[in-house]
């Protein structure tokens, strides 16, 4: 088994400042994964990254965004297409840093697409609140849409978007809502309480790509028995269904317990547990061509590091034991980069993972009924039906 991690640490210059999108969750991920042996496994291969052209970018993003960013990155004032706010300040060398990231991505597709390799990472990469002509949710370049973009430009005719942010992947949807080529799969916590506001049921798809999109839209709360249900009982189905030539995910690791963005409550073993299935489905349906990338994820020392080590594990080969200690240079190294946090002991929480398979009918449950209704909207488009628990 090969896999490609698309790294460098050029990367960790997407850095806003005083903002919850700290590089430092990626620092100690890569640290993490190496003091673990992940990154010296056997067909890993570790590769520096390179930015993406601007006719790259123009593959989904409008050429006068595009000019604004690079006017905003050189130090001038700018609050327009989204740049200049909270969510999204300006920074110096923002550009650059951006399109490094979107290389890195593409290039991570570009690989698997080609047979290069067999799977691949980009775990700086993940921002997919990015819209064609504008910046959103601390994204600047939507690099899943580009890379997406660049596997069919290659021949690919079916390509699914699976994202497990706490946030919907609002950004990937819009770009490629009208196109039957791509299916774009997300689960996140209910559009009614969380940033960005979209993600509903019935956003499914334009009128020439019905059904190709899948909003699980779960409420406050949920735990990782809870979640794990609600993703077996859509996400393998619709999958099966469209049949992928390659499965894109976006691992955005917000939908810890201690996340302080958002109120799902999985534990870092029911995030392992997430990957596992995604690792599973990607051999089942795509003929295990599997691209993954980083995403949001704002307990830097608590959640993300160990999550994306599992998820880096998994895509690399062996999953590794939630009940591994962690080493005592990487405990040091994060107290130093990010004091006063909480340290973790072990890669993982104690979470418990056993999960009751969704069964149809009146339930009183928010989870179940986010299920049903995602497979009222969705599941006929598929031919599949929303009542049986088979599908």
């Known amino acids: 088994m090969s896999a490609l991690v698309v790294w460098d640490e050029r990367l960790l210059r997407y850095d806003m400042g005083d903002h919850p999108l700290d590089p430092v969750r990626v620092e100690l991920t890569m640290d993490l994964a190496r003091r673990l042996g992940v990154l010296a496994r056997p067909g890993v291969v570790l590769e520096r990254a390179e930015p993406a052209t601007d006719d790259m970018l123009a593959t989904v993003h ?11 990155s050189t130090g ?34 570009e690989a698997v697409w080609t047979g290069a390799t067999e799977r691949a990472v980009s775990i700086s990469g993940g921002l997919h609140h990015a819209m064609p002509g504008r910046a959103s949710g601390f994204c600047v370049y939507n690099d899943p849409a580009v890379a997406i973009k660049r596997v069919l430009e290659l021949g690919a005719e079916r390509v699914a978007y699976v994202d497990i942010d706490v946030h919907h992947g609002d950004g990937v949807q819009e770009v490629f809502y009208d196109d039957p080529r791509v299916l774009t799969v997300s689960l996140h916590e209910s559009p009614r309480t969380l940033f960005p506001g979209t993600g509903f049921p019935d956003e499914t798809g334009g009128p020439n ?5 899948v909003n699980v839209a779960l409420p406050p709360g ?34 810890y317990r201690h996340d302080p963005l958002a109120n799902l409550r999985l534990t870092v073993d029911g995030q392992r547990a997430a990957y596992l299935a995604l690792r599973d489905l990607a051999a089942e349906v795509a003929g295990g061509k599997w691209v993954a990338s980083g995403g ?7 959640c993300v590091p160990r999550a994306w080590t599992h998820l880096l594990a998994v895509l690399t080969g062996e999953a590794l034991d939630p009940a591994l200690e962690l080493p005592a240079g990487w405990r040091e190294l994060a107290a130093r980069r990010v004091p006063g946090q909480p340290l973790p002991a072990t890669m993982g929480d104690g979470g418990d993972t ?17 299920i049903m209704a995602t497979r009222r909207e969705v599941y006929p488009f598929f031919g599949l039906d929303p009542h049986d628990p088979r599908d």
């Open 62 to 72: 409008d050429p006068d965004y595009i000019a604004v960013v690079k006017a905003a």
């Open 354 to 370: 056993r999960f009751t398979p969704w069964v149809p009918g009146d339930s009183p449950d928010a989870v179940d009924r986010a």
């Open 76 to 109: 001038r004032r700018i609050s327009l297409m989204g740049l200049g706010t909270s969510d999204n300040p300006t920074f110096p060398g923002m550009h650059d840093a951006s399109a490094l990231i979107t290389g890195a991505t593409r290039r991570a597709a």
């Open 209 to 213: 790509a019905p059904g190709s999109a």
């Open 296 to 302: 949001g994820g704002y307990a830097l020392v608590e």
């Open 222 to 255: 949920t735990d990782d028995g809870s979640w794990l249900r609600a993703f077996h009982a859509v996400v393998p189905g619709v999958l099966r269904a469209f049949r992928p030539q390659l499965l894109f995910t976006q691992c955005g690791a917000d939908t």
